[in-house]
């Protein structure tokens, strides 16, 4: 068997991501969210883990600096990388959205400013409706952007609905579900095979 590399996306699904792979024996002794290391063995030496940004998740997994990768749907999308995407973990589930003051009118020009962390996926949204719009790329509080008139909307993912309520914002349109996924370089899914058909039934037995 290969030692495989997995690169876990930091944030709020790390720790589900961490209490699956427990389920299904594969137990980190040292990690901890609150630490500042990067690297993690598991106790089988089976599995290097890589602690890295999600957004950077799918980078890693397609130039094979990691061989696996557990990331959201969301990161994955926006990415749009060459990577098979193989489980649905169905950890940290919401909804990509549209979202605005209800009853705004159109803007005058007829080109929607569409605020954004994920520009490529608002794009193909709008292009599939054959709206025109120009993207501006935040990295956060993307909810401010419709308040203080920097965009006539937004594209973000709404998991509660919380950040949209508390500031007086509507979703004016649902779009994809996301959710935590395991994908996997394509060269390793050859090369490393029997490695990797192993981890992933391992993880599928936790997902039953
Ligand atoms: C995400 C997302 C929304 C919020 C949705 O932001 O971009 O702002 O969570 O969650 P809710 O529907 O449960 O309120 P995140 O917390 O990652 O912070 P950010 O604004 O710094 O990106």
Known sequence: MNMLTL???????????IKLLEKVGIHFDDFSDQSRKLVFYDAAGLIKLIFVKAVDVPTYVENG????????????MEARKDIYEILDLQLGQCQFA????????????????????????????????????????????????????????????VESG????????????EMDAVSTRLIVNKASFTTKSESVH???NTLQTGLE
Do not use: C, M, W
């Open 7 to 17: 690169a876990l996306a930091k944030g709020r699904t790390a720790d589900d991501s």
């Open 65 to 76: 600096a990691a061989d696996l990768g557990i990331v959201g749907k969301d990161n994955i």
């Open 98 to 157: 549209v979202a605005g003051f209800n009853g705004e009118e159109p803007p005058k020009n007829n080109v929607l400013t569409v605020a954004s962390k994920y520009p490529a996926v608002a794009k193909s949204h709008f292009q599939k409706k054959g709206v025109p719009i120009e993207t501006i790329k935040l990295n956060g509080s993307v909810e401010l952007a419709p308040i203080i008139g920097l965009a006539d909307v937004i594209v973000d993912i």
């Open 162 to 173: 919380n950040t949209i309520r508390e500031n007086g914002l509507t979703i004016l349109e």
């Open 198 to 200: 192993a981890f992933i």
